[in-house]
């Protein structure tokens, strides 16, 4: 018998492979025979290409060169739309598109090679922001489409024109959000095979192996069973290898098909910054009407987010952002207007929250704005308008399960002392050019795809017996750090009755795990895991296993049919959930996790710099599978989103990123962090493996806006833009001073 | 090409290298010791942390001839016959590990610094590990996988 699992810090799967330095990472493969890859990108911006030429005096008949014309398929990136092309060809959309690839054994020639490609562009007119994105009107603006729109979406509940005819007090606010770099510290790479005979294998850092494989099958219009993805070792993603990914695996497939050989392609940290995805900058406005006991009545909000010069992923990041930007809040009358527009910045992409961080850091600054406008305290206000179950969310999901966003608030503020700073500041604040402050931020964060999304991606996992009496998972479900190995081996051990470490995972391989969907979105523990847990429980009926005896019982099985025995299980949607994709109403997720994030802050009025000095996280996630993991993702996450709230400050210049380095593009570091103290609330979900909801993007929220709503409180100064470097403070404070 | 001689994880090594070759590429592709890390390139983010006779050095900083005559540790020489470091045990038991790609030099940095400080205290264990950048963890897993493995006094 196994003791129970869930709930227990049992020792990470890969664990000792990662602190011995035996964990193979894409840069640590070598094939014999290998190539180097390099990616010559645009060096201007958007434009029409006139010139590609090669200087002179470099071996260039060593070289492989791959341009446009030498793919064998079709010149676009698979995903949402075909707009974004694998190499440009007579036009660039923005900096540093890729243009040309090159190749060769030595890796320090390829270097010196690629900056002696030189590409001439004429220039064509760029738009580089939001509010430009909109001024259609101006042909000169129009760069993508028919009206730079990639996509729109309008959620519309009760009356709203009524409601602001007849409100008592109206409220209005704007609030930006600028780009943020995943920052992962393994920079991208892929390593491919490649070649008629035998199709396309490539190895890389990623999060979605089935993403690139679907994005590999029209470039080389090769079968799905010529196509191989496996992912390596992977260090870190946060949505920064959900996408991208693809272009670089079909970089390296390509110079591999055209050689002959294996090509290795990994960026330099530089490279990675410049040309991968970000976080999409947004712009909020919100309008909101509130009755004089404090009770919102109605809450009009335009979100507009740059997507940057193809469409990606924007529609959907769009979509999450679009949902979360009402918050936990029971307003009858809501209208939501959202956009995704074209820019010619490099495209932006997935990154953990997925468009949630930015609507909500608008919405918990103007929360703060309508509460001092009622004249009710930042909690009161929010205790009189807090969703309890049974009412209805901005797309009109009615809560089914418990909630108790009144008790959870009241445990954040205990556990941060929050009323008794709040007096203590506003006493020693006077006279002192360090001035403390304390505020919060109350969220939620859908897990799983939206709407209709996981009924359209029929995820399947595969568990099997092997002949040891292990227990083997197969799934697509990628372990970047946030613990999936060990998780599923928690769940598959919990339900065989077998011990944690009898428990195996396959790597992620398109040629032998099924298609469990992408590692994104915080499904993997409650999607996925459910999953794991359904075929672990078919594996046991399967081999007639009674508690305790699963070995036995396989080994029985072995016998009986001459084959392990293997079980899978489909996704099925919770009985009860419905989807309108035209309307945008009904049950956008299966399940919410619920949060408080209290943070105190101590500014320095003479250099306008901002420290956090202790941060608390409250959040109810259904069930902690493994508190040491659990409380990891959402520490981790803090900090991350510590940085997207003061430090981290994409600095573009003609829409290149002009601070593509770890030096000027500050990331926390340990001496940076407050204490970052994690608490949770377990109210299991029934729909969850043991009751889990996913948590990983939750921690991306509401940490921005608690952190600016304490500088409020510290400085008396409201400042709705981040990143709020000392720059911007400076600038909002003396706006404040002098008028 | 130059001629150098070090010690690398206990072996004596003689190599070849450009003068000018970074330290951090003649261990990960001469002496395929991978588990140094490549994370920024220029000195800021702490992945490619080697200890050269003792002291902990950015490996993508160091000229390859710098290491003449030197002892060069890497995350590869800490675990002896396979028995883990106070230090990597802890890091596994604590969380203080999550994608991994910042572990090696992370451990090696909090070796370091136990060194200089058997008994650190939070603000020496703070300052001592911020040359070295993790993405995942927020660091809170990590000070704690440091803390755990302090031998007692």
Known sequence: MSEHLIGRPVLRKEGVAKVTGQAKYVDDLHLPGMLYGATVRNPAGRGRIRDIAFDPGVPWEEFTVVTAADIPGENYVALILHDQPFLAKGVVNHAEEPVVLIAHP????????????????????????????????????????????????????????????????????????????????????????????????????????????????????????????????????????????????????????????????????????????KRHPSRTRHRTAVARDGKLFAMEIEFNIDGGAYCTLSPVVLSRGTIHAAGPYNCPNVRIRSRALATNFPPHGAFRGFGAPQSIFALERHMNKVAAAVGLAPDEFRRRNFLHEGEQTATGQVIRERLNLQGLLARALDLSGYCAKRTQFDKSNSGSPVKQGVGFATFMHGAGFTGSGEVALKSVVTVEATRAGHVRILTASTEIGQGTNTIFSQIAAEALDLPYDQIELAQPDTAEVPNSGPTVASRTVMVVGKLVEAACVSLKQLVGAKNGDFAAAAARYFE??????????????????????????????????????????????????????????????????????????????VAQAIGFALYENCVWKDGRMANAQMTNYIMPTSADLPPIRVFFEENPYAYGPAGAKGIGELPMDGVAPAILNAVEHATGVSVNRIPMTPEILMQAMLEEKHG | MAEIRCNVNGVGRTLNVLPMARLLDVLREQLRLTGVKEGCGEGECGACSVLIGGELANSCLVPALQADGEHITTIEGIAIDGKLDRVQQAFIEHGGAQCGICTPGMILAAISLLKRHPHPTDEEIREGLAGNLCRCTGYMRIFEAVVHAVKPA
């Not at chain 1, 704007?174 to 190895?203: F, R």
């Not at chain 1, 993805?229 to 670089?248: L, N």
């Not at chain 1, 956008?588 to 608390?616: C, I, L, M, N, P």
């Open chain 1, 560 to 637: 009986q049919f001459g084959k392990v025995a293997r079980a899978s299980s489909e996704y099925q949607p919770p009985p009860g959930a419905g989807w309108n994709d035209e309307t945008y109403q009904g049950d956008a997720y299966g399940a919410y996790a619920w949060a408080v994030y209290v943070a105190t802050v101590s500014v320095d009025t003479r250099t306008y710099e901002t420290r956090v000095d202790d941060f608390v996280a409250l959040q109810e996630i259904g069930k902690v599978i493994h508190p040491v993991l659990a409380a990891g993702q959402i520490e981790g996450g």
């Open chain 1, 106 to 277: 030595d890796r320090y020639l390829v270097e010196e090679a690629r900056r002696r490609v030189h590409i001439t562009v004429d220039p064509l007119p760029q738009v580089f922001s939001i509010a430009k994105s909109l001024e259609t009107d101006k042909k000169e603006n129009i760069i993508w489409g028919e009206q730079n729109l990639f996509k729109m979406f309008h959620v519309e509940r009760g009356d709203v024109n009524q409601a602001f005819h007849r409100a008592a007090l109206i409220v209005e606010g704007e609030y930006e959000t600028g780009a943020q770099e995943q920052l992962y510290i393994e920079t991208n790479g892929m390593l491919a095979v490649a070649n008629p005979k035998d199709g396309v294998t490539v190895w890389g850092s990623m999060q979605c192996p089935y993403y690139i494989h679907k994005a590999l099958l029209p470039l080389f219009g090769l079968p799905h069973e010529k196509v191989r993805v496996v992912q390596c070792e992977t260090g870190g993603g946060f949505g920064g290898k959900e996408e991208y990914p693809s272009m670089i695996a079909g970089h390296a497939a390509l110079l591999a098909w055209k050689s002959g050989k294996p090509v290795k392609l990994i960026y330099d940290r530089a490279e990675d910054m410049v040309a991968t995805t």
